[in-house]
């Protein structure tokens, strides 16, 4: 007995700190309050969220993230530029090529590093597959979440056809670390152009085995048509990009405003929703898995299998190994990038990207040094967070589920 | 619908507010703003609002750490970057209409660093702002939730400033405890 009034009394205590975020009747105890995670298996990582339940309705959300916080802003500050690199994998780890394009192109910005047109080409190959290969994270998990096994298994399946290549390119399933300043890492392999123009061929029918088994599925569409609607001044207001914007009818994709990597060159459309809920945000993914695929067609038809991949300006990349043997210039060049790097002036520069989930931007504030004074990475999922309660108030908790998956949260990208 | 021509953000607004535009600055195709933080409200309205501007998607809020002497006298004037003070809180704000980036930049002081919240504008600043907060120890005045965020509610200390160590958690012993356990006082309950 007096166990359990001394749990009572700590749990009243802590309630007091929840005043002014949950309601009022929270606090008499008329609507109850509920933990959801952090190690619930559909909160796609460790996501906590506090819920204010009157019955089965949500009257509020409030998440709580921090759980995979890991200073990689912090550490990238005591590194010079290119070691920075394989930090940033780590925060999207569902499509760590996109954040390794993010901090390379600030970088690029910064020191005015330019990148040789194939390497561009290699860049928006890798990052069209790193797309794919992390809506299939989303499309598997997020049918699994509602319930729909066989799609998860599937989509694992060509999930791992892509890390192979990955693997192929960088020698890494997952952590490749690619793209460096002013190119990317080395040559791709030979074998590697068969295998992605035969996965191409695979992959497009599979699309249509996914939307056989979902689009037109009556359960499916029960649990999302007309659930979690987004209208478009919301998200706007709630800094939500990406795939999730587009699904509540905005046609805003940063390849398209402001092209980067030469996306300018290729031919793609922008898939729109309509109405803004979680079967429009889940159809608007699946129609840019087609367009990927077509962006990957076309940029497989004009990669030369010859040709510079990284940047020839010897003061930033270094030099191939050659010409170690031969020139004491290069080995000067070789010393000084692998010991102290590259200088970038004392200025700030905030460039954006697509990524699988949305914009991703990076501010990058240089020293005049060889490391940054700040770098900021603005990561889609963390306002994708910060915009669920918005999306769930006076949802159901099953709702909720669809909710967290639709609008494709990765957690490590969210705390960093 | 006729879109009005765009203008230039600088101009506009120093044409608007005749004292609040501290310095302009344009580096890699990129313009910042440099505005007295007493009218930042004003100057965010105005280019949210105004045709022409309609800078209506924030971004991102990020802040920069000029510690310990890159900033102050020693950038006055010089034609280098302009920075008064220590703290350099920055928001990003994009016109979808025009397709065109602009970077607010306003400055806070050592002692006590404080911004007014942007919060009433761009519902997304919550918790960019709050990042700020809780990393970079700047706060935001009229900010509805103003929590930590990334970091335990107990932290002591903002990890992002430039005079916080680059450290890790020290390994703890039984001659160190009490010292570590005096910066948690939440561990022990």
């Not at chain 1, 890494?172 to 690619?178: A, E, K, N, V």
């Not at chain 1, 569409?221 to 999730?244: C, F, H, K, N, Y």
């Not at chain 2, 911004?115 to 700047?138: I, Y």
Request: glycine share 8%; aromatic share 10%; proline share 6%.
């Amino acid at each position: 007995m007096s166990e359990l009034t001394a749990t009572k009394a700590t749990w009243e205590g802590s309630l007091e700190a929840l005043k002014g975020l949950v309601s009022e009747r929270a606090m008499t105890g008329e609507t109850m309050l509920l933990n959801m995670g952090p190690h619930h298996p559909s909160t796609h990582g460790v996501l906590r969220l506090l819920l204010e339940l009157d019955g089965e309705e949500i009257i509020t959300v409030l998440p709580d993230i921090g759980f995979l916080h890991t200073g990689i802003e912090k550490n990238i500050e005591d590194k010079s530029y290119e070691k920075g690199v394989p930090l940033t994998d780590r925060m999207d780890y569902l499509s760590p090529m996109s954040n390794n394009m993010a901090f390379c192109m600030a970088v690029e910005k910064l020191a005015d590093i330019q990148v040789p047109e194939r390497a561009q080409i290699i860049r928006v190959v890798c990052l069209e597959l790193a797309r794919i290969a992390s809506h299939m994270v989303w499309l598997g998990t997020h049918a699994l979440d509602m319930g729909a096994m066989s799609v998860f298994l599937y989509c694992f399946r060509e999930r791992e056809k892509i890390l192979n290549m990955f693997e192929m390119v960088s020698g890494q399933r997952m952590m490749g670390s690619y793209f460096r300043p002013g190119g990317v890492w080395r040559d791709l392999p030979d074998p590697f152009y068969k295998h992605v123009t035969d996965f191409l061929e695979y992959f497009l029918p599979k699309i249509d085995d996914y939307e056989s088994i979902l689009t037109q599925n009556p359960i499916w569409l029960d649990r999302t048509q007309g659930v979690g609607i987004l209208e478009p001044d919301v998200a706007l207001a709630w800094g939500v990009t990406g795939s999730s914007l587009r699904g509540s009818g905005v046609n805003w994709d940063i390849r398209k405003a402001m092209p980067y990597s030469g996306y300018n060159t290729y031919e793609f459309d922008v898939p729109l929703g309509e109405h803004g809920d979680v079967y429009d945000r889940f159809y608007v993914r699946i129609l840019e898995l087609r367009q990927s695929v077509k962006i990957l067609q076309q940029a497989m038809k004009r990669l030369p299998k010859k040709g510079a991949f990284r940047t020839d300006n010897r003061k930033f990349a270094p030099p191939p190994r050659s010409e170690l043997g031969q020139s004491m210039e290069a080995v000067i060049h070789h010393f000084k990038l692998w010991t102290y790097g590259f200088d970038a002036p004392d200025d700030e520069v905030y460039i954006s990207l697509e990524s699988p989930r949305g914009e991703i931007g990076c501010y990058l504030h240089g020293t005049g040094g060889n490391k940054p004074r700040r770098v900021h990475f603005k990561t889609p999922s963390f306002m994708h967070v910060s915009a669920i309660p918005a999306l769930s108030e006076g949802a159901l908790i099953a709702d909720m589920i669809a909710i967290i998956g639709s609008v494709d949260i990765v957690l490590g990208d969210c705390d960093r | 619908m006729q879109i009005p021509p765009a203008l230039d953000p600088v101009k506009a607004v120093r044409d608007k507010f005749a004292d609040a535009v501290l310095h302009d600055k344009h580096f890699r195709d990129e313009t910042t703003l440099i505005i007295d933080p007493a009218t930042i409200t004003d100057v965010m309205l105005f280019l949210r609002n105004t045709p022409g501007l309609v800078y209506n998607f924030l971004s991102d809020v990020s802040a920069v750490d000029y510690y310990p002497n890159d900033y102050g006298h020693a950038f006055d004037g010089t034609g280098k970057d302009f920075r008064p003070e220590r703290f350099g809180v920055s928001y990003h704000i994009y016109s979808m209409l025009y397709n065109r980036r602009l970077r607010v930049k306003v400055f806070a002081a050592d002692e006590n660093p404080v911004v007014t919240s942007m919060t009433s504008l761009w519902p997304a600043a919550n918790w960019l702002e709050r990042e700020v907060m809780d990393m970079m120890g700047v706060q935001f005045e009229g900010h509805p939730d103003p929590r930590r965020l990334l970091m335990p509610e107990d932290w002591d200390g903002h990890p992002h400033r430039r005079d916080y160590p680059m450290g890790k958690e020290t390994v703890q012993f039984s001659f160190n405890v009490e010292e570590i356990m005096k910066h948690k006082p939440f561990a022990t309950e």
